[in-house]
């Protein structure tokens, strides 16, 4: 079992910078992926960067160039730096952990911090 829980959010103006960070009790090398995940009002979920055991990371095209998704396996953290950050990145933010399994993946989910953006 792991559990995520997410910290950094906060209220800044466009153009400014945040890190996230997600602290997974548990040994996150059981996790095959973790991901940032955001969700602003009246949208989907969607996927923000994305990195994997092997440190190949993904980011939305939204986001390249000013996301960068790093994991420290020593202190069980996953961090989220936003740079040149905009008002449409104003969400709230979603740690994520994916492990495969026989059946299927698990999901483990943190409880979401909000970041928002003015203008």
């Known amino acids: 079992q792991v559990q995520l829980v997410e910290s950094g959010g906060d209220s800044v103006q466009a153009g400014g910078s945040l890190r996230l960070s997600c602290a997974a009790s548990?040994?996150?090398?059981?996790?095959?992926?973790m991901a940032w995940y955001r969700q602003a009002p009246g949208k989907q979920r969607e996927l923000v960067a994305a990195?994997?055991?092997?440190?190949?990371?993904t980011y939305a095209d939204s986001v390249k160039g000013r996301f960068t998704i790093s994991r420290d396996y020593a202190k069980n953290m996953l961090y989220l730096q936003m740079n040149s950050l905009k008002p449409e990145d104003t969400a709230v933010y979603y740690c994520?952990?994916?492990?495969?399994?026989?059946?299927?993946?698990?999901?483990?989910w943190g409880q979401g911090t909000q970041v928002t953006v003015s203008s």
């Open positions: 994520n952990g994916a492990r495969a399994v026989f059946s299927g993946t698990i999901m483990y």
């Open positions: 990195i994997t055991t092997g440190d190949s990371t």
């Open positions: 548990g040994s996150i090398f059981s996790l095959n992926t």
